[in-house]
């Protein structure tokens, strides 16, 4: 079994800065692609940003420039560093992660429970 736990999100001024953590434990022998999604009330959720295991990065068009996606495979921890926050930024953030729990297994993707982050305008 894994566990991502998220943490970081809070309350911000609009043009603020926060980072979002995510960190994976439990059997993983590695992970393939780590992400952020968000999740506004009334609306689907939608993919912020994705890593994969080589650090080739995605970013939804409404945060290109403002975020910044990483991670340290040593540690199986991911970030999402938020600048430049907008109102419309507020949201739910979760991270998943496709875990490989031994060598040759199938990958599973595992979430966290989520992360509120509001920003004020």
């Known amino acids: 079994q894994v566990q991502l736990v998220e943490s970081g999100g809070g309350l911000v001024q609009a043009g603020g800065s926060l980072r979002l953590s995510c960190a994976a434990s439990?059997?993983?022998?590695?992970?393939?692609?780590m992400g952020w999604y968000r999740q506004a009330p009334g609306k689907q959720r939608e993919l912020v940003a994705a890593?994969?295991?080589?650090?080739?990065?995605n970013y939804a068009d409404s945060v290109k420039g403002r975020f910044t996606i990483s991670r340290d495979n040593a540690n199986n921890t991911g970030y999402l560093q938020m600048n430049n926050l907008k109102p419309e930024d507020t949201a739910v953030y979760y991270c998943?992660?496709?875990?490989?729990?031994?060598?040759?297994?199938?990958?599973?993707?595992?979430w966290g429970q989520g992360t509120q982050v509001t920003v004020l305008s």
């Open positions: 890593i994969t295991s080589g650090g080739s990065t």
């Open positions: 998943n992660a496709d875990v490989f729990s031994r060598r040759w297994s199938a990958p599973i993707r595992y």
């Open positions: 439990g059997t993983i022998f590695s992970i393939n692609i």
